[in-house]
T-cell receptor, first 112, second 114 residues
């Protein structure tokens, strides 16, 4: 699996957009970018994934650069409840996630 | 949708005692995963099952750990004998074969071995 690099922490003001970057310069052509988050004391939660096109769902948007070497998760209007550790994972989209490996992630703190 | 259900949520036990953690996956899901999370090592995959059959247990730390899945709606992770270094949060997760890497996690079982 391609290695990912994320900043260890970020801050964001409530109501503003939170933009979380992820570098994956060694990504292969068949590897997807997945984002999960973990709110304190809870299990990780799937957010979004994409291959090369930008994706949007009810939780967030995922912007993948044209060369696919980096991506940005966007929470358009961050709330206090979005404070969590966000994990960027690059993985081949198998029929199911066998060895989904979580790195250090980014601790996002949304401030009032 | 009840989600992945784990029990107990919290357990404190003495070193040497047997610990059994339980998991009920989401109905219809055919993959089940056991993860462990500690401050030092982060989230680690211990073992996963497909259609109740263990597929990869290479993450199981040692023989003191065992996992079973007797049917599609129930799995256990057992530690015998437990040691203080086993203190961690243990997560169970499940997914459906076509969902790719979209895995649904339970709330975790917080284990403290004293």
């Amino acid at each position: 699996d391609a290695k990912t690099t994320q900043p260890p922490s970020m801050d964001c003001a409530e109501g503003r957009a939170a933009n979380l970057p992820c570098n994956h310069s060694t990504i292969s052509g068949n590897e997807y970018v997945y984002w999960y988050r973990q709110i304190h004391s809870q299990g990780p939660q799937y957010i979004i994934h994409g291959l090369k096109n930008n994706e949007t769902n009810e939780m967030a948007s995922l912007i993948i650069t044209e060369d696919r070497k980096s991506s940005t998760l966007i929470l358009p209007h961050a709330t206090l409840r979005d404070t969590a550790v966000y994990y960027c994972i690059v993985r081949v989209r198998e029929t199911s996630g066998s060895r989904l490996t979580f790195g250090e992630g980014t601790q996002l703190t949304v401030n009032p | 949708d009840a989600g992945v259900i784990q029990s107990p949520r919290h357990e404190v036990t003495e070193m040497g005692q047997e610990v059994t953690l339980r998991c009920k996956p989401i109905s219809g899901h055919d993959y089940l995963f056991w993860y462990r999370q500690t401050m030092m090592r982060g989230l680690e995959l211990l073992i996963y099952f497909n259609n109740n059959v263990p597929i990869d247990d290479s993450g199981m730390p040692e023989d003191r750990f065992s996992a079973k899945m007797p049917n599609a709606s129930f799995s256990t992770l057992k530690i015998q004998p437990s040691e203080p270094r086993d203190s961690a949060v243990y997560f169970c997760a499940s997914s459906f074969w076509s969902s790719g890497n979209t895995i649904y996690f339970g709330e975790g079982s917080w284990l403290t071995v004293v």
